[in-house]
Protein backbone atom coordinates (compact mmCIF):
# COMPACT_ATOMS: atom_id res chain seq x y z
CA UNK A 1 0.00 0.00 0.00
CA UNK A 2 1.47 3.35 -0.89
CA UNK A 3 1.42 6.35 0.90
CA UNK A 4 -1.36 8.51 1.38
CA UNK A 5 -3.55 6.06 -0.03
CA UNK A 6 -7.12 6.59 1.37
CA UNK A 7 -9.83 4.28 2.15
CA UNK A 8 -13.33 4.77 2.82
CA UNK A 9 -15.64 3.00 5.02
CA UNK A 10 -19.02 2.77 3.60
CA UNK A 11 -21.96 2.86 6.11
CA UNK A 12 -25.24 1.42 6.34
CA UNK A 13 -26.33 -2.41 6.40
CA UNK A 14 -25.37 -3.67 3.39
CA UNK A 15 -26.57 -7.03 2.36
CA UNK A 16 -29.51 -6.89 5.18
CA UNK A 17 -32.34 -8.35 3.59
CA UNK A 18 -36.17 -7.29 4.12
CA UNK A 19 -38.80 -9.98 4.44
CA UNK A 20 -42.01 -9.28 2.85
CA UNK A 21 -44.71 -10.04 5.08
CA UNK A 22 -48.16 -10.49 3.62
CA UNK A 23 -50.92 -10.17 5.90
CA UNK A 24 -54.38 -12.30 5.35
CA UNK A 25 -56.39 -10.39 2.84
CA UNK A 26 -59.20 -8.65 4.43
CA UNK A 27 -61.46 -5.84 4.12
CA UNK A 28 -62.43 -4.86 7.62
CA UNK A 29 -65.00 -1.89 6.11
CA UNK A 30 -66.86 -4.35 3.63
CA UNK A 31 -68.47 -7.01 3.36
CA UNK A 32 -70.04 -9.74 5.64
CA UNK A 33 -69.01 -9.44 8.64
CA UNK A 34 -66.54 -11.57 10.01
CA UNK A 35 -66.15 -14.08 13.11
CA UNK A 36 -64.28 -13.53 16.33
CA UNK A 37 -60.63 -14.68 15.45
CA UNK A 38 -59.14 -17.85 17.72
CA UNK A 39 -56.59 -16.37 19.89
CA UNK A 40 -53.91 -17.81 18.42
CA UNK A 41 -55.12 -16.42 15.16
CA UNK A 42 -55.02 -12.84 17.25
CA UNK A 43 -51.56 -13.46 18.73
CA UNK A 44 -49.96 -14.65 15.78
CA UNK A 45 -51.28 -11.13 13.66
CA UNK A 46 -50.00 -9.06 16.58
CA UNK A 47 -46.35 -11.04 16.31
CA UNK A 48 -46.32 -10.33 12.58
CA UNK A 49 -47.02 -6.56 12.93
CA UNK A 50 -44.47 -5.89 15.80
CA UNK A 51 -41.78 -7.46 14.14
CA UNK A 52 -43.14 -5.33 10.48
CA UNK A 53 -42.28 -2.14 13.00
CA UNK A 54 -39.33 -4.17 13.98
CA UNK A 55 -37.63 -4.52 10.53
CA UNK A 56 -38.90 -1.10 9.50
CA UNK A 57 -37.70 0.71 11.98
CA UNK A 58 -33.87 -1.08 11.64
CA UNK A 59 -34.10 -0.36 8.02
CA UNK A 60 -34.71 3.62 8.43
CA UNK A 61 -31.85 3.41 11.21
CA UNK A 62 -29.06 1.86 9.08
CA UNK A 63 -30.22 2.76 5.18
CA UNK A 64 -30.90 6.43 5.17
CA UNK A 65 -29.02 8.29 3.47
CA UNK A 66 -29.65 11.57 4.48
CA UNK A 67 -27.15 13.58 6.74
CA UNK A 68 -28.54 15.23 9.89
CA UNK A 69 -27.45 19.06 11.09
CA UNK A 70 -25.35 17.15 13.41
CA UNK A 71 -23.58 14.72 10.98
CA UNK A 72 -23.38 16.74 8.17
CA UNK A 73 -19.70 16.75 6.68
CA UNK A 74 -18.47 14.84 9.79
CA UNK A 75 -16.89 12.33 7.81
CA UNK A 76 -13.39 10.53 8.55
CA UNK A 77 -10.88 13.24 8.83
CA UNK A 78 -7.46 12.48 6.48
CA UNK A 79 -4.64 10.95 7.89
CA UNK A 80 -1.42 13.03 8.93
CA UNK A 81 0.31 11.02 5.88
CA UNK A 82 -2.25 11.72 3.53
CA UNK A 83 -0.74 13.28 0.08
CA UNK A 84 -1.84 17.44 -0.05
CA UNK A 85 -1.93 16.60 -4.05
CA UNK A 86 0.66 19.06 -4.99
CA UNK A 87 4.04 18.62 -6.51
CA UNK A 88 6.32 18.46 -3.85
CA UNK A 89 9.88 18.18 -4.38
CA UNK A 90 12.50 18.25 -7.42
CA UNK A 91 15.21 15.75 -7.43
CA UNK A 92 17.93 14.43 -9.95
CA UNK A 93 18.77 10.88 -9.61
CA UNK A 94 20.52 9.92 -6.83
CA UNK A 95 20.46 13.29 -5.61
CA UNK A 96 18.64 14.94 -2.22
CA UNK A 97 15.54 16.60 -3.31
CA UNK A 98 14.82 20.22 -3.55
CA UNK A 99 12.23 22.63 -3.73
CA UNK A 100 9.83 21.66 -1.17
CA UNK A 101 6.65 23.63 -0.59
CA UNK A 102 6.26 26.57 1.54
CA UNK A 103 3.85 24.75 4.16
CA UNK A 104 3.26 21.93 6.60
CA UNK A 105 3.61 19.60 4.35
CA UNK A 106 6.82 21.11 2.78
CA UNK A 107 8.40 21.22 5.94
CA UNK A 108 7.64 17.16 6.81
CA UNK A 109 8.84 16.34 3.23
CA UNK A 110 11.98 18.15 3.50
CA UNK A 111 12.59 16.49 7.45
CA UNK A 112 11.95 13.55 6.20
CA UNK A 113 14.50 13.42 2.86
CA UNK A 114 17.00 15.55 4.72
CA UNK A 115 17.02 12.50 8.06
CA UNK A 116 17.49 10.20 5.28
CA UNK A 117 20.75 12.21 3.95
CA UNK A 118 22.12 13.11 7.24
CA UNK A 119 22.02 8.94 8.48
CA UNK A 120 23.51 8.18 5.21
CA UNK A 121 26.95 5.95 4.02
CA UNK A 122 27.54 9.50 2.14
CA UNK A 123 27.54 11.73 4.78
CA UNK A 124 30.98 9.68 6.12
CA UNK A 125 32.76 10.53 2.68
CA UNK A 126 34.49 13.80 3.23
CA UNK A 127 34.01 15.02 -0.42
CA UNK A 128 30.20 14.33 -0.19
CA UNK A 129 29.87 15.53 3.15
CA UNK A 130 30.77 18.87 1.87
CA UNK A 131 28.07 18.98 -0.69
CA UNK A 132 25.37 17.51 1.74
CA UNK A 133 25.89 20.13 4.10
CA UNK A 134 25.82 22.87 1.89
CA UNK A 135 22.31 21.96 0.42
CA UNK A 136 20.47 20.83 3.50
CA UNK A 137 22.27 23.57 6.27
CA UNK A 138 21.47 27.61 5.88
CA UNK A 139 24.34 29.61 4.70
CA UNK A 140 24.86 31.15 7.94
CA UNK A 141 25.51 27.71 9.62
CA UNK A 142 27.49 25.66 6.98
CA UNK A 143 30.52 26.50 8.12
CA UNK A 144 30.34 25.45 11.99
CA UNK A 145 28.69 22.72 10.70
CA UNK A 146 30.82 20.98 8.62
CA UNK A 147 33.28 21.61 11.05
CA UNK A 148 31.97 19.71 13.71
CA UNK A 149 30.75 16.86 11.19
CA UNK A 150 34.87 16.39 10.12
CA UNK A 151 35.32 16.05 13.60
CA UNK A 152 32.97 13.52 14.59
CA UNK A 153 33.84 11.27 11.40
CA UNK A 154 37.82 11.85 12.20
CA UNK A 155 40.24 8.80 10.95
CA UNK A 156 40.10 6.90 13.49
CA UNK A 157 35.96 7.54 13.75
CA UNK A 158 36.23 5.67 10.14
CA UNK A 159 38.70 3.29 10.99
CA UNK A 160 36.75 2.15 14.20
CA UNK A 161 34.19 1.18 11.69
CA UNK A 162 36.11 -0.55 9.07
CA UNK A 163 36.01 2.70 6.79
CA UNK A 164 39.20 3.91 5.04
CA UNK A 165 39.89 7.95 5.35
CA UNK A 166 37.77 8.45 2.47
CA UNK A 167 34.96 6.60 4.08
CA UNK A 168 34.92 3.42 1.72
CA UNK A 169 34.92 0.55 3.01
CA UNK A 170 37.56 -2.37 2.58
CA UNK A 171 37.54 -4.99 -0.47
CA UNK A 172 35.41 -7.32 -0.27
CA UNK A 173 32.93 -5.78 2.04
CA UNK A 174 30.09 -3.21 1.97
CA UNK A 175 29.27 -0.47 4.19
CA UNK A 176 25.44 -0.11 5.01
CA UNK A 177 23.96 3.02 6.30
CA UNK A 178 20.58 3.26 5.29
CA UNK A 179 17.78 4.98 6.68
CA UNK A 180 13.80 4.76 6.40
CA UNK A 181 11.58 7.96 7.96
CA UNK A 182 8.41 6.32 9.64
CA UNK A 183 6.55 9.25 10.13
CA UNK A 184 6.96 13.20 10.80
CA UNK A 185 5.19 15.63 13.30
CA UNK A 186 5.01 19.51 13.22
CA UNK A 187 5.84 20.41 16.76
CA UNK A 188 6.12 24.22 15.81
CA UNK A 189 5.41 26.39 12.35
CA UNK A 190 5.32 29.42 10.62
CA UNK A 191 5.87 30.57 7.44
CA UNK A 192 9.46 31.00 8.13
CA UNK A 193 10.50 28.31 10.47
CA UNK A 194 9.43 24.91 11.33
CA UNK A 195 10.50 22.19 13.92
CA UNK A 196 9.62 18.84 12.37
CA UNK A 197 10.28 15.59 14.70
CA UNK A 198 10.98 12.61 12.02
CA UNK A 199 11.14 8.90 13.96
CA UNK A 200 12.88 6.43 11.86
CA UNK A 201 14.16 2.90 11.53
CA UNK A 202 17.19 2.08 9.83
CA UNK A 203 20.17 -0.48 9.43
CA UNK A 204 24.04 0.02 9.65
CA UNK A 205 27.06 -1.34 9.75
CA UNK A 206 29.56 -3.49 7.18
CA UNK A 207 28.53 -6.27 5.62
CA UNK A 208 31.69 -8.50 4.61
CA UNK A 209 33.06 -12.11 5.31
CA UNK A 210 35.58 -10.47 7.70
CA UNK A 211 33.41 -7.92 9.30
CA UNK A 212 33.85 -7.04 12.80
CA UNK A 213 30.73 -4.68 12.61
CA UNK A 214 27.93 -6.54 11.51
CA UNK A 215 25.28 -5.06 9.85
CA UNK A 216 22.06 -4.30 12.26
CA UNK A 217 18.90 -2.17 12.60
CA UNK A 218 18.31 0.85 14.59
CA UNK A 219 15.27 3.19 15.68
CA UNK A 220 15.54 6.81 16.28
CA UNK A 221 13.89 9.94 15.97
CA UNK A 222 15.36 13.14 14.97
CA UNK A 223 14.07 16.54 15.17
CA UNK A 224 14.74 19.13 12.49
CA UNK A 225 14.65 22.97 13.17
CA UNK A 226 14.14 23.96 9.93
CA UNK A 227 14.27 27.95 8.24
CA UNK A 228 12.54 29.12 4.88
CA UNK A 229 15.73 30.52 3.52
CA UNK A 230 16.35 30.84 -0.91
CA UNK A 231 13.28 29.64 -1.78
CA UNK A 232 12.88 26.64 0.18
CA UNK A 233 13.80 24.61 3.22
CA UNK A 234 17.26 24.90 5.22
CA UNK A 235 18.11 22.69 8.11
CA UNK A 236 19.59 24.97 10.93
CA UNK A 237 20.12 22.71 13.65
CA UNK A 238 18.98 19.27 14.60
CA UNK A 239 19.19 16.35 17.57
CA UNK A 240 18.67 12.42 17.29
CA UNK A 241 17.67 10.31 20.26
CA UNK A 242 16.96 6.83 20.82
CA UNK A 243 13.82 5.17 20.06
CA UNK A 244 10.30 4.57 20.50
CA UNK A 245 11.64 0.87 18.98
CA UNK A 246 9.44 -2.21 19.01
CA UNK A 247 9.71 -5.48 20.53
CA UNK A 248 12.78 -7.16 17.97
CA UNK A 249 11.24 -10.05 15.58
CA UNK A 250 12.24 -13.36 14.98
CA UNK A 251 13.78 -12.86 11.26
CA UNK A 252 16.85 -14.51 10.65
CA UNK A 253 19.57 -12.79 9.94
CA UNK A 254 21.06 -12.57 6.49
CA UNK A 255 24.13 -13.12 4.95
CA UNK A 256 26.80 -10.46 4.51
CA UNK A 257 26.18 -11.56 0.33
CA UNK A 258 22.85 -11.05 0.65
CA UNK A 259 23.04 -7.69 2.30
CA UNK A 260 25.63 -6.38 0.32
CA UNK A 261 23.41 -7.07 -3.01
CA UNK A 262 19.95 -5.81 -0.96
CA UNK A 263 22.26 -2.29 -0.62
CA UNK A 264 23.55 -2.42 -4.21
CA UNK A 265 20.19 -3.77 -6.22
CA UNK A 266 17.01 -1.70 -3.76
CA UNK A 267 16.98 1.97 -4.10
CA UNK A 268 15.68 4.34 -1.55
CA UNK A 269 12.74 6.67 -1.61
CA UNK A 270 11.93 10.31 -2.31
CA UNK A 271 9.35 11.34 0.76
CA UNK A 272 6.59 13.76 -0.05
CA UNK A 273 3.55 14.96 0.97
Excluded at 40 to 58: C, E, K
Excluded at 147 to 156: C, L, M, P
Aim: hydrophobic share 35%; glycine share 12%; with cysteine.
Amino acid sequence: MSLGDEHEASGGYGGTGHTRTRLPDSDPYGGARRGRSSSRSLVTVVGVVVLLIAAIAFANRGGDDSESPDTAGSGPEAAPTAASGERPVQAAAGRIPSGFAQSEQGAQSAAANYSVALVSADILKPARRTEIVRQLFVADKQAELEAKFNQSYSKEFLGSIGLDANGNARAGNTYVSRTTPMGTKVTSYSDTAATVEVWCTGVYGTAGEKSTNPVTSDWFTLTLQLRWADGDWKVESFAQKDGPAPVPGDNQASGADEMSKAVEEYGGFTYAR
